[in-house]
């Protein structure tokens, strides 16, 4: 006798939204169910996001060349040993290079520092011979601020250096060495060091009404903007015109 179709043949999985008959495992939403029987598709891993090559390290942030100490068995001058001997606190670090000693001390002692090399008889450092500056951005300490001396009396020369921040005044020497007059009326047109008691502070070869300093090393390379003209006789005749009416 033939089987009855309606007879039940055994436990069937349960039904329902998202199972199918055969193996009661969910659906996915919005895809059909597999067919009764079928294995369930397995879902690849998800791969991993490719990783950056690794490309060269950044480039270190520039500080400043280290003072180079000097070398063993090279003793400073006398009227180096007589400084810090004298001013207590003056000499912060003796610097030794090509056959200069460079005296690194504090801005707020450099007149007296200076007042003593120029007075002490071992020194005489009667001419200040160049007043310059170093720009490191990055660096607290922003400007390296140097002065170049020699001894006409005593044919030797020091220079003195010392480290200060971007709005960090410094005491003008020019009541000490006049020749300094001009020089750091120049740090100050391309730098924008300010010197403190300077008689006549102002610019010395950008025009007066320029805007910023252009010896910074963050200064524009295409100029300050509305001062940059593309015909520099058109400039030249804009300073002439104003010249003649100041004069009129």
Same mark, same amino acid.
Request: aromatic content about 8%.
């Given at each position: 006798? #033939?089987?009855?179709?309606?007879?039940?043949? +055994?436990?069937?999985?349960?039904?329902?939204?998202?199972?199918?008959?055969? !193996?009661?495992?969910?659906?996915?939403?919005?895809?059909?169910?597999?067919?009764?029987?079928?294995?369930?598709?397995?879902?690849?891993?998800?791969?991993?996001?490719?990783?950056?090559?690794?490309?060269?390290?950044?480039?270190?942030? $520039?500080?400043?060349?280290?003072?180079?100490?000097?070398?063993?068995?090279?003793?400073?001058?006398?009227?180096?040993? #007589?400084?810090?001997?004298?001013?207590? +606190?003056?000499?912060?670090?003796? !610097?030794?290079?090509?056959?200069?000693?460079?005296? &690194?001390?504090?801005?707020? %002692?450099?007149?007296? &520092?200076?007042?003593?090399?120029?007075?002490?008889?071992?020194?005489?450092?009667?001419?200040?011979?160049?007043?310059?500056?170093?720009?490191?951005?990055?660096? $607290?300490?922003?400007?390296?601020? /140097?002065?170049?001396?020699?001894?006409?009396?005593?044919?030797?020369?020091?220079?003195?250096?010392?480290?200060? #921040?971007?709005?960090?005044?410094?005491?003008?020497?020019? !009541? /000490?060495?006049?020749? #300094?007059?001009?020089?750091?009326?120049?740090?100050?047109?391309?730098? +924008?060091?300010?010197?403190? +008691?300077?008689?006549?502070?102002?610019?010395?070869?950008?025009?007066?009404?320029?805007?910023?300093?252009?010896?910074? %090393?963050?200064?524009?390379?295409?100029?300050?903007?509305?001062?940059?003209?593309?015909?520099? /006789?058109?400039?030249? %005749?804009?300073?002439?015109?104003?010249?003649?009416?100041?004069?009129?």
């Amino acid at each position: 006798m #033939a089987d009855d179709p309606a007879k039940d043949t +055994g436990p069937v999985a349960p039904t329902g939204p998202g199972k199918t008959p055969a !193996s009661g495992q969910e659906a996915a939403p919005g895809k059909p169910a597999p067919p009764s029987g079928a294995a369930p598709v397995a879902t690849p891993p998800a791969r991993p996001a490719p990783k950056p090559a690794a490309g060269p390290p950044p480039p270190a942030v $520039p500080t400043g060349p280290p003072d180079p100490p000097p070398p063993e068995g090279q003793s400073p001058p006398a009227f180096l040993a #007589a400084l810090a001997s004298a001013l207590p +606190g003056s000499v912060t670090q003796l !610097s030794y290079y090509v056959g200069d000693w460079t005296v &690194i001390v504090p801005a707020a %002692k450099i007149l007296d &520092i200076a007042r003593y090399l120029r007075d002490a008889p071992e020194a005489a450092f009667d001419l200040c011979s160049d007043v310059t500056v170093t720009d490191w951005p990055p660096r $607290p300490e922003r400007f390296d601020v /140097i002065y170049v001396l020699y001894s006409v009396r005593q044919r030797h020369r020091v220079r003195l250096k010392t480290k200060v #921040a971007l709005d960090q005044p410094v005491p003008s020497v020019t !009541s /000490i060495w006049p020749a #300094a007059n001009w020089l750091e009326r120049e740090v100050f047109d391309m730098f +924008g060091v300010m010197f403190t +008691g300077h008689p006549d502070l102002r610019r010395i070869l950008m025009p007066e009404d320029w805007q910023g300093h252009p010896q910074r %090393k963050d200064y524009p390379l295409e100029g300050p903007g509305e001062l940059l003209m593309e015909n520099p /006789i058109d400039w030249l %005749k804009l300073r002439q015109s104003r010249d003649e009416a100041d004069i009129e």
